[in-house]
Each structure stands twice: as C-alpha cells, then as structure tokens.
C-alpha cells in the first residue's frame, strides 16, 4: 500500500507474458498487401526460416485473400470470412500442418476473432462447417496453434541475434539506435493473450530490438493508431483523418530522435512510410534531423538486413521513405549506386495521391 | 464465559472490540500487521467533514491497555476448523486459537492499479494512487514524485471499478467522494493548481457528499470531465498525457498533467479470497463475504457463531462501517446471551 512507484517498478503483470509459440512446422499465410508494397519483406521471412533456422515450413499457393479488409469495410459478411477462414485451415489440414503462422496483423486479427466466436458459440462453427462443405466439398479442423510471423522472429531472437553480421549500432558514434516500435492493433488489442506481453505494451518487437543491440523510444504517443484505420483509408474524403493520425505519431516521436521505426503489420508500414513522404512532398516537413524522414522497417526487413541479406534482395529501395542513411548508419556493405537506381525507378511507379 | 475471537484490528474489528469490552466480554483481537487501524492508517482526512483520520483512530487506543483485551498483532490467520463446536482458529504460526464466536473484520484492499497497464501506475512515475495522494496530504507536501510543485493534476475515477476487463464489475461506492474531497485538499494546500476530474457518473450517494461536489466546482474551480480515460502515457519532461472522451460533449479529449491520480477501489481481502476456496463460508462473485441476506441479517453468516463487521462484506465508508460494527456487536451479544 505504502510502496512507492520506484519499489513496484518491474511489476507489470503482462510483461513476462508470453503465448505458446509453436517451434517448428509452420504453416504459412501470405499477406495480400505486403505481397504488392514490400515484397521482400516475406520472402526474408521464408529465407531465415529456412536459411537461418532450420525451420520446416509449407507456403501453399491455394491460398487466397483472408477477406480482412473487405470484412472491416462491412463488404464481406460474417459468415462469408468464416468460410473463407475455414477453407484455410482445410487447406493447412491438406498439407499436414497444424501450426498456423500468418503474415499480416489483420489476418491474425481475423483468423483469432473466429476462432473465438466458434469457441464462444459453437453454433457458428457448425455453421461454418455446413457453409464450407455445402461450397467446396471440404472439411476442416482448426489449427492446434497460431502464431504471428512477428512471434516467431521474437521466438527466435536470440538465435537470430548470435548468427549477426550487423547490429543495431550507430557506426558513426558506436550508440545504440534509437528506434520507435509500432505493433499493429490487431495483433493484441482484440485478444491480449495472443499477443506477446499483452495490449498495452506488447513486447513482441521491443523484444527483438533490444536482443539486436537497440534502443526502444517510449513516446506519448506509442499505442496511438498508425493511421490506417481501414475506413479513414478506403473512403477517399476520409484520408484526412488517416493522415492525421500519422502526424500526430510523427509529431510525437520526433523529439526522441528515433532511428528507424519498426512495424509488424503491413498496413502500419505502409502508412507510416507512405504519409512521412506525402507530408515531405505537400510541406516540406520531416521528421528527422536530417532531413530524410525517419526509416519504417518490418521486423523481417531488419533481422535479414542485420543478418547480411542484400538491401537490394529485401526490397528496401521499394520504402517511399529512403532508408539508405540507416544502411549508412549501420555500415551495411552494399551497390549504393544500384540500390540508388533501383529506387528512383521504384518513386517513378509509386501511384500519385 | 465465552471465547470471542475479531480477525481484522481495522476500524470494524476495533469498533466490535470495543463495544464487547464495555459489555465486559474478553475479546481475543487478531491483526495481521504490527499496528491496529487498517486502512484508516493511510488516510489522512475523512469525507464529507474533513474530519481527521487519526484523532478517530486515537479513539481506539485506550483499548491496548484493557485488561480484557488479548491483542495478537503481527498475526495471520492461516484456517478456522468449523469441524466442533467450539471453533478453532489456526495461524500461520501455528498458535491455535480456540473461539465460541468469531467476527470476521477483514476489511477490504485497494485494487492494484497496475492491472490497469494502460493508465501506466508502475511504469511512469507520475502517476500515482489515490492512497499515495493520502499519505502526502499527511505531511502536508503535494509533489509529483518527480520533485515538482504540480501546476495541473488529473482525478481518475473508477480505477478498478466498474470495469469488467480487469474482473470488478461493481462500483465501490466511495472512490467519486473521495476524488472530490481529495481534490479539494489539494486546491487547500496548492490554491493555483489546475485539477480536472475524469468520471463516468458522480456517485454522491452521501447526505452533504452533493454538496461538497458543489463545493468543489463553486469555491475550489475543480473541473469535471465525463468520460473515461484510454490512456496515460509519458511525455518527454515527465508530465503525463492522457487521453479521453469528453462524452457530454462527444469529443476527444487530450491533455497534459503534472501528475495524475488514479482512484482505486476497494477489493475483497485476500483473506476473504483464501476463504472462498479452503473454508466453505459464503463469498460472493466479488470475492466479498455474503451475509445471510444483506437486509436484516447483514452481519450473520450461515455458521452459527461467524459474524461479519465491516467492508469485509463490500465497500462501506467509515461511518457505515462503524454502524455496521456496533450491530455485529449486538449480535454476538446476542449469540452469548442465547447460548
């Protein structure tokens, strides 16, 4: 009772809290979007799975869309993502797996929330049932585990962490990088127990930044949406409050000096990637001392760069907000000139607002 | 002559005690930590009055020297064995306590607010506890635990009350008076600090508690905000940003404190909570005990001889408390008149 704030300090309940990660097998689900944005970004997944860990993993190309964004845009029913949902885990039943790991946060998001609506009301999930054979012929069990990519590089961390060819330090200065970490909402603010550390302070890429050498920014505005916020976006008058929401962030970490930021949802790396290089090009304005706008980077985008994967092979170029003075700052040995090439071809293509 | 054992040497157990001993009834008094008083330790002043905490307490101490008064302090009860008919209570040490009747006056504890991570108590220093405010109205010194003089300090109500996500879905009663007497001690002691109070519904179920919230926006320019917060989080000087809805306005609200206070609410004992699962008394959902029934036997359990006195059966300020004492008193006089 009488306990003062510094004698409670390392008492937060979710902060030692970590799900049951599977370790092997994976199962994986592709995002659609980060499959157009940030190509690379999945691919270094599969690479360090495969190249770095060892890890057994099966990318089925029957796979579609999770029908996440039309079903948060009030396009698709209920019971149709259910189905959707459904055929999946048929097709993870098909190739044996039973572990699933999914790529992007709003599919997590989806494939959690009916997971626990057929647990909640198992009518739904006869009904599922019903509607996925009455349409494919097929049956389905869920899967016995579901992961987030993002679980699995945290799961890994300190293996990754011993095979570094880089770390998260500033050649010029030897500090530590300063770094801002954005977990989507839908990884753990619908089920907090499916995300590592909770809701509230997730430690899920923290985790990773502080085993790589690191430095987290907790700023006022750290849990604040990354603006993408699936109407505000869909809805073209609306793109205002999805900007807006971007800046708010921006204007918040600004003052901490982060290096980079790191995501695990593809709609937040998009939009806190995309909005810094639309607020530079209508104001001039960056967020960085430099004058570049500040880095946004998926966790598999760093781990690969830390681990000596070719920036050019990540797909690095493709970031609207130029990473090249973090490849700098790192001392990554990379074509410089290439990489400069690869990106001006890659603005020229960039649709325009 | 009877064996009467009180658990609990909070304001309950000692208002029982002390109405036994003026019936000269010995009275076995049994307290977990090294002093008596409970939670009224923590307090400074009491609501609607501003009556002081101690010279209330003081009241009761005339009662350690009573030559009828066995007082075990530093003791903690471990089981009670129902199993014959006089009772045995069991402590953790090991000393057996034989009892005719016992009164439970476990009282109550203040909800840990670090459950609420998102208001961020344990993480950033300047958020602090209702309890704390308490004990630095006691010195007489208001500072956020970084040092400064607060300009502006943010009230928020319901902190671990009326709230299903962390598992308490009842209101305790007393947090929104106490905000309002505690914010009002503060503009006392700081007259130029902006205080906003943050609440889902003001809850002045007292007689004067309505007036005192009157009070507090006419006299003290205390600023009430209807809307609960999502979230506090630290800014770069230390000062605190919250976030709520101002829902009588239906916007967003966003703003910096020097410090925020949270106001916890009370929660079942733990001792209440280790009953529910090894002792087979009555605890409700809420981890309270339940009376027989909460209107004409409110302080009598469905064992003959148990008692209940005090917030051991839910949130209860200090006056109901000592009501609710003085019946369970006539109670157990009762019970030894009968047997």
């Keep these: 009772m009488e306990a003062t704030n510094k004698q409670i300090n390392?008492?937060?309940?979710?902060?030692?809290?970590?799900?049951?990660?599977?370790?092997?097998?994976?199962?994986?689900?592709?995002?659609?979007?980060?499959?157009?944005?940030?190509?690379?970004?999945?691919?270094?997944?599969?690479?360090?799975?495969?190249?770095?860990?060892?890890?057994?993993?099966?990318?089925?190309?029957?796979?579609?869309?999770?029908?996440?964004?039309?079903?948060?845009?009030?396009?698709?029913?209920?019971?149709?993502?259910?189905?959707?949902?459904?055929?999946?885990?048929?097709?993870?039943?098909?190739?044996?797996?039973?572990?699933?790991?999914?790529?992007?946060?709003?599919?997590?998001?989806?494939?959690?929330?009916?997971?626990?609506?057929?647990?909640?009301?198992?009518?739904?999930?006869?009904?599922?049932r019903e509607n996925l054979y009455k349409t494919t012929g097929r049956?389905?069990?869920?899967?016995?585990?579901?992961?987030?990519?993002?679980?699995?590089?945290?799961?890994?961390?300190?293996?990754?962490?011993?095979?570094?060819?880089?770390?998260?330090?500033?050649?010029?200065?030897?500090e530590p990088l300063k770094v801002v970490d954005h977990v989507g909402c839908h990884y753990a603010k619908i089920f907090p127990q499916h995300g590592v550390g909770g809701a509230e302070f997730p430690?899920?890429?923290?985790?990773?930044?502080?085993?790589?050498?690191?430095?987290?920014?907790?700023?006022?505005a750290r849990r604040h949406c990354c603006g993408f916020g699936f109407r505000q976006y869909f809805i073209k008058e609306s793109r205002g409050y999805s900007l807006t929401h971007s800046q708010t962030k921006f204007e918040s970490m600004?003052?901490?000096?982060?290096?980079?930021?790191?995501?695990?949802?593809?709609?937040?790396?998009?939009?806190?990637?995309?909005?810094?290089?639309?607020?530079?090009?209508?104001?001039?304005?960056?967020y960085s001392e430099d004058d570049n706008g500040i880095p946004v980077l998926t966790y598999e985008e760093i781990a690969a760069l830390l681990l000596g994967y070719d920036p050019i092979e990540i797909g690095l170029f493709m970031h609207q907000t130029?990473?090249?003075?973090?490849?700098?700052?790192?001392?990554?040995?990379?074509?410089?000139?290439?990489?400069?090439?690869?990106?001006?071809?890659?603005?020229?293509?960039?649709?325009?607002? | 002559m009877k064996k009467i054992a009180v658990i609990g040497g909070g304001v309950a157990g000692l208002e029982v005690a002390k109405q036994l001993l003026q019936a000269n009834i010995p009275v076995t008094l049994i307290e977990q930590s090294s002093k008596i008083g409970g939670n009224i330790k923590n307090y400074a002043y009491l609501f609607p009055d501003?009556?002081?905490?101690?010279?209330?307490?003081?009241?009761?101490?005339?009662?350690?020297?009573d030559p009828n008064l066995q007082l075990l302090l530093n003791t903690e009860v471990a089981k009670i064995d129902f199993s014959k008919k006089i009772y045995n209570i069991l402590t953790k040490d090991g000393i057996s306590i034989p009892a005719d009747a016992?009164?439970?006056?476990?009282?109550?504890?203040?909800?840990?607010?670090?459950?609420?991570?998102?208001?961020?108590?344990?993480?950033?220093?300047?958020?602090?506890?209702?309890?704390?405010?308490?004990?630095?109205?006691?010195?007489?010194?208001?500072?956020?635990?970084?040092?400064?003089?607060?300009?502006?300090?943010?009230?928020?109500?319901?902190?671990?009350?009326?709230?299903?996500?962390?598992?308490?879905?009842?209101?305790?009663?007393?947090c929104c008076v106490t905000a309002i007497k505690q914010a009002i001690e503060t503009k006392k002691l700081l007259p130029s600090v902006e205080i906003f109070c943050f609440y889902i519904d003001l809850r002045m179920y007292g007689l004067l508690f309505e007036d005192l919230y009157l009070s507090a926006q006419r006299d003290y320019n205390i600023q009430f905000v209807r809307g609960r917060l999502s979230e506090a989080s630290e800014m770069m000087d230390k000062r605190i940003q919250i976030k709520a809805e101002d829902t009588l306005i239906g916007k967003p609200l966003q703003m910096s404190a020097d410090m925020i206070v949270l106001m916890v609410g009370m929660e079942a004992s733990d001792f209440s909570?280790?009953?529910?699962?090894?002792?087979?008394?009555?605890?409700?959902?809420?981890?309270?005990?339940?009376?027989?029934?909460?209107?004409?036997?409110?302080?009598?359990?469905?064992?003959?001889?148990?008692?209940?006195?005090g917030t051991a059966i839910g949130p209860m300020s200090v006056g109901e408390t000592l009501d609710h004492a003085r019946g369970t008193a006539l109670s157990v006089l009762s019970f030894i008149k009968a047997n």
């Design chain 2, 50 to 65: 501003f009556y002081n905490a101690e010279e209330l307490l003081n009241s009761y101490h005339y009662l350690i020297t």
């Design chain 1, 10 to 128: 390392n008492k937060i309940y979710w902060r030692d809290y970590v799900k049951d990660i599977p370790k092997n097998d994976y199962f994986f689900f592709r995002s659609c979007i980060r499959q157009t944005f940030f190509p690379g970004a999945e691919q270094m997944f599969l690479n360090i799975l495969k190249n770095n860990l060892n890890i057994n993993y099966k990318d089925d190309p029957n796979l579609t869309t999770c029908t996440g964004i039309g079903y948060h845009s009030d396009i698709i029913p209920l019971e149709t993502i259910h189905t959707i949902v459904a055929r999946h885990f048929s097709l993870m039943n098909e190739s044996g797996y039973s572990n699933f790991v999914i790529s992007c946060v709003t599919t997590f998001g989806v494939m959690t929330e009916a997971l626990n609506t057929w647990h909640e009301f198992p009518e739904t999930l006869e009904k599922t």
């Design chain 1, 139 to 174: 049956t389905f069990e869920p899967p016995k585990a579901i992961a987030h990519a993002s679980d699995i590089i945290y799961l890994y961390r300190n293996e990754i962490a011993n095979q570094l060819k880089y770390r998260l330090t500033n050649q010029y200065t030897g």
């Design chain 2, 273 to 309: 909570k280790q009953f529910k699962y090894h002792n087979g008394l009555d605890v409700n959902e809420h981890g309270f005990f339940n009376p027989i029934n909460p209107h004409n036997l409110r302080n009598l359990t469905s064992k003959d001889g148990i008692f209940l006195a």
């Design chain 2, 102 to 174: 016992i009164v439970i006056a476990t009282g109550y504890n203040t909800f840990d607010a670090r459950l609420k991570e998102e208001f961020g108590y344990g993480i950033y220093e300047n958020v602090i506890t209702s309890v704390q405010l308490e004990q630095m109205f006691k010195n007489k010194d208001i500072k956020t635990p970084s040092g400064k003089i607060p300009e502006r300090i943010g009230f928020i109500h319901c902190v671990g009350s009326r709230d299903a996500k962390v598992g308490n879905t009842y209101c305790s009663r007393l």
């Design chain 1, 254 to 286: 600004e003052p901490y000096h982060p290096d980079f930021i790191i995501t695990n949802c593809p709609g937040c790396n998009m939009f806190m990637d995309r909005w810094q290089y639309v607020i530079q090009e209508t104001t001039g304005k960056t």
């Design chain 1, 322 to 353: 130029n990473v090249l003075p973090l490849l700098e700052k790192l001392g990554i040995d990379f074509d410089k000139e290439q990489f400069i090439a690869m990106r001006a071809e890659s603005m020229q293509l960039q649709p325009q607002m």
């Design chain 1, 203 to 220: 430690k899920v890429l923290s985790e990773m930044v502080n085993a790589w050498g690191g430095e987290i920014i907790d700023y006022p």
